[in-house]
């Protein structure tokens, strides 16, 4: 599965974003989906995860009621809607396959797009 994020920028804080993450590979409609965020000299960390059906949605206690993840298995495609942004929600946002356990660990992942700045001023 090979993946590539996009929609990040400059927003400030209250604003929306809405990123995208396209997807190539077979699997990809059977495949639960994941995003991450890093901010500088941070672990990454989890934001939310989807099943593959879009049955089941995780989230970050930092990011529910906010954000809202979605797909669109016809696209291969899966989205992160960010409302209310906040500053502490600036960072790396990246989208990833997951390939078996818990939805909120890193190492439960296993293929990884390049990554989408996002970037909220006070």
């Known amino acids: 599965v090979q993946l590539q994020a996009s929609g990040g920028g400059l927003v400030q804080a209250g604003g929306s974003l809405r990123l995208s993450c396209a997807a190539s590979?077979?699997?990809?409609?059977?495949?639960?989906m994941g995003w991450f965020r890093q901010a500088p000299g941070k672990e990454r960390e989890f934001v939310a995860a989807?099943?593959?059906?879009?049955?089941?949605?995780f989230y970050a206690d930092s990011v529910k009621g906010r954000f809202t993840i979605s797909r669109d298995n016809a696209k291969n495609t899966v989205y992160l809607q960010m409302n209310s942004l906040k500053p502490e929600d600036t960072a790396v946002y990246f989208c990833?396959?997951?390939?078996?356990?818990?939805?909120?660990?890193?190492?439960?992942?296993?293929?990884w797009g390049q990554g989408t700045q996002v970037t909220v001023s006070s």
């Open positions: 990833a396959y997951h390939r078996g356990g818990d939805y909120s660990y890193t190492g439960s992942y296993d293929y």
């Open positions: 989807i099943s593959g059906l879009a049955s089941r949605k």
């Open positions: 590979g077979r699997t990809f409609s059977i495949g639960v």
